[in-house]
C-alpha cells in the first residue's frame, strides 16, 4: 500500500472549480487507503453534490466570517463554502479553523486550503486557513461547558459557521473522547453526536452549523442526554432527507439513512416556530420538495423522551396530528414489547429442521412465519429450522405459549411498510412453550394474557398506513427498536378491542375492508385524511 508522504499530491488543474479538485483529491486517497483501512477511523468523503448542497444552505451576510471544518478530511466542505463566497460581490475576511487527526490526509487538506485561499484572494477576500492536525474532541472539550479551567484566548473564540461530516463509529464508553463529554454520553454513542455537540458549543450567537450524520440520533435512545441538551443549546432550521438509503455514499458500501441538518444558537429570544424539511430520491438532488413545519410538530417530548420527528407531507402533518391525540402507549395499557430471545447464531446447536417426536422440542418462529396478520408454522420451504430442542441450556430461551402480536424487528426502507405485525394465538400451537427468534418484537401483557381481541386490535392498528406514516417521521432506521414503539400512542383499550373484534369478524367473512378503514370507523378519523392517506398509498 502506498503511503502519502511517499505520494506527490495532485496539483489543481488549471480551470478546475475548487470543489471538484477536493474531491479529486479525496478520490485519489480513497485509491490509496481503501474502505478497509477508512472503515474504522469513520472516514467517509463528502461526494460533490452534497457538499455543494450544503454550502448552499449557507446564509453568507458578514462582512467577516470564521470558517470552522471539524472533520476537514480532503477539505470538500470547506472548498464548497469558498466557492460560495466567490459567487458573492462583497468581499470577505475569512478564517478558516480545519481540524483533521489523521495525519495522512493532512498534505491534502493543505493543498485544498492553499487552493482556496489563493482563489479567494485574487477575487479581493482575505484569508486566514489553520489546518490542526490535532483530535477535535480532546482538543476543545473544555469548550463544551467553558469552564475557568478551560477558559484560554482561543477557547474564547466562537465560529460563525460550522460545516462538517464528522467521523461515524460507535465509541466505547472507556474512550478518550467518550471519557471527555461523559456527561452527554449514554449506553454505546456515535462519534459523531460529540462533534455536533461540541460544534454546537463553539457557535457564537447567531451563528449556524450544517452536517450530514446519520438520522440516528433522532430518536435512538442511547442519544437522549446529548439531544436534550442539543436541543436546549440550537435550534433546528432546515432538515433534508433522502428517499434512498443507498446512494449516498455508495462508493464506501454505506447502508444506512442520512440527513442533512441546519441548526443555528439563537441569537437572544427565539421566536421562531417553523422549519424547513426538505427532500430528494438521492444526492443528485433533482425535484427537490420543501415543506414548511410547525418546529413542535418536528421537536416532541412524550414518556420523558425527546425525538425529533421528520414530517415530508401536509398529510404526515396531519397524521402526527391525530395520532398525538391518542391518550396512550403500551405501557398505560397494561402491555410489554421485548425482542425475541433466540439469537440464532448462539444457540445454533439447539436449533432442529423439523420437530423431536418425543416432545423434546418445541417451535421456532421467525420473521419468515409472518403471512398477513396471522403466524404461519411451519415454514421448511425457507430452509430455516422450525424448532428448538428443549434443555436446561434454551429454557430461558423460551417463552410460555400465550397470545402474543409478533412484529418484524427489521425492514427495508425502499419496502411499501416499515411495520408488520401478526397475532400468535394460544390455540395455534399445542405445546407448552415456544421460541421466538431475535429477529422479531413480541408485545404480551406482563404477568397476564393478552386478549384475542386486545391482540388483534393492536397488531391492526401497527399495520395501518396511518401508523405506518406515523412511525417513519419518528423513526429514520431499518430497524424497528422496542423503545420506539413504546413510544407510539395508543387509544383507549375499549377501542383497540373494537377495532381487534371488527376485524376478526371481517377476517371470518372475508371482507375487502382494511384495517385503516376500520381503525378510521371506530376511532371517527376525519374523512379527509383517511382519503388523502388512502390515495398516498395507491400511489405508492
Known amino acids: 500500500m502506498c503511503r502519502t508522504w511517499n505520494m506527490k499530491v495532485p496539483k489543481k488543474l488549471e480551470g478546475e472549480g475548487l470543489l471538484d479538485y477536493a474531491t479529486r483529491l479525496s478520490e485519489v486517497y480513497a485509491s490509496h487507503f481503501d474502505l478497509r483501512a477508512r472503515k474504522p477511523k469513520g472516514q467517509f468523503f463528502t461526494p460533490r453534490q452534497i457538499a455543494a448542497y450544503m454550502a448552499s444552505l449557507s446564509n453568507i451576510r458578514d462582512d467577516a466570517i470564521?470558517?470552522?471544518?471539524?472533520?476537514?478530511?480532503?477539505g470538500v466542505l470547506s472548498a464548497a463554502f469558498c466557492e460560495r463566497l466567490l459567487e458573492n460581490d462583497r468581499t470577505t475576511d475569512l478564517t478558516i479553523d480545519a481540524y483533521e487527526s489523521d495525519s495522512d490526509l493532512l498534505p491534502f487538506l493543505r493543498e485544498t486550503l492553499r487552493s482556496c485561499k489563493m482563489s479567494l484572494k485574487r477575487k479581493g477576500h482575505?484569508?486566514?486557513?489553520?489546518?490542526?492536525?490535532?483530535?477535535?474532541?480532546?482538543?476543545n472539550q473544555g469548550r463544551l461547558w467553558k469552564t475557568d479551567l478551560f477558559r484560554s484566548d482561543e477557547a474564547d473564540t466562537s465560529y460563525d459557521a460550522v460545516v462538517c461530516n464528522p467521523p461515524y463509529y460507535k465509541l466505547n464508553k472507556n474512550s478518550p473522547e467518550a471519557i471527555a463529554m461523559q456527561e452527554l454520553v449514554c449506553g454505546q454513542p456515535n462519534i459523531y453526536s460529540l462533534f455536533m455537540a461540541l460544534s454546537a458549543s463553539m457557535l457564537r450567537p447567531g451563528g449556524e452549523m450544517i452536517f450530514i450524520t446519520p438520522r440516528s440520533f433522532c430518536s435512538g435512545l442511547y442519544y437522549q442526554r446529548f439531544l436534550e441538551w442539543f436541543l436546549k443549546k440550537i435550534r433546528i432550521s432546515h432538515i433534508h432527507v433522502f428517499e434512498s438509503r443507498k446512494e449516498i455514499?455508495?462508493?464506501d458500501g454505506v447502508l444506512q439513512e442520512n440527513i442533512i441538518i441546519k441548526a443555528e444558537r439563537p441569537d437572544g429570544a427565539d421566536r421562531t416556530r417553523t422549519l424547513s424539511v426538505s427532500w430528494s430520491k438521492n444526492r443528485l438532488f433533482q425535484h427537490v420538495k420543501t415543506?414548511?413545519?410547525?418546529?413542535?410538530?418536528?421537536?416532541c417530548r412524550?414518556?420523558?423522551?425527546?425525538?425529533?420527528?421528520?414530517?415530508?407531507?401536509r398529510l404526515d402533518t396531519d397524521i402526527l396530528h391525530v395520532v398525538d391525540s391518542w391518550p396512550n402507549t403500551l405501557e398505560s395499557l397494561g402491555l410489554g414489547i421485548s425482542t425475541g430471545p433466540v439469537v440464532a447464531f448462539r444457540a445454533r446447536q439447539y436449533l432442529q429442521p423439523s420437530m423431536n417426536a418425543s416432545r423434546e422440542s418445541v417451535p421456532l418462529l421467525w420473521m419468515n412465519n409472518i403471512r398477513g396478520m396471522r403466524i404461519v408454522w411451519p415454514l421448511p420451504e425457507t430452509g430455516k429450522p422450525i424448532a428448538i430442542r428443549v434443555c436446561d441450556r434454551t429454557r430461558p430461551l423460551l417463552?410460555?405459549?400465550?397470545?402474543?402480536?409478533?412484529?418484524?424487528?427489521f425492514s427495508s426502507k425502499e419496502q411499501k411498510r416499515r411495520l408488520y405485525a401478526a397475532v400468535s394465538t394460544k390455540s395455534d400451537f399445542p405445546y407448552r412453550l415456544v421460541g421466538i427468534e431475535n429477529h422479531l418484537n413480541y408485545i404480551h401483557r406482563p404477568n397476564g394474557n393478552l386478549s384475542i381481541d386486545e391482540a388483534f386490535g393492536v397488531a391492526g392498528l401497527l399495520n395501518t398506513a396511518l401508523?405506518?406514516?406515523?412511525?417513519?417521521?419518528?423513526?429514520?432506521?431499518?430497524q424497528v427498536n422496542a423503545n420506539d414503539i413504546r413510544s407510539v400512542p395508543f387509544p383507549d383499550l375499549r377501542d383497540v378491542e373494537r377495532i381487534g373484534r371488527n376485524i376478526r369478524r371481517l377476517q371470518e367473512s372475508r371482507s375487502s375492508l382494511s384495517p385503516d378503514e376500520i381503525v378510521s370507523d371506530v376511532l371517527e378519523i376525519d374523512g379527509d385524511i383517511s382519503r388523502r392517506l388512502n390515495k398516498a398509498e395507491m400511489l405508492r
Open 66 to 74: 470564521r470558517l470552522l471544518d471539524p472533520g476537514a478530511g480532503t
Open 399 to 409: 417463552l410460555q405459549v400465550k397470545n402474543y402480536v409478533l412484529l418484524k424487528r
Open 467 to 478: 401508523i405506518d406514516r406515523y412511525f417513519r417521521s419518528l423513526n429514520g432506521n431499518t
Open 249 to 251: 455514499f455508495d462508493k
Open 291 to 299: 415543506l414548511k413545519a410547525k418546529a413542535a410538530d418536528a421537536v
Open 126 to 139: 482575505r484569508v486566514r486557513c489553520n489546518v490542526r492536525g490535532d483530535d477535535f474532541i480532546l482538543v
Open 302 to 313: 412524550k414518556n420523558g423522551r425527546v425525538f425529533v420527528r421528520i414530517p415530508t407531507s
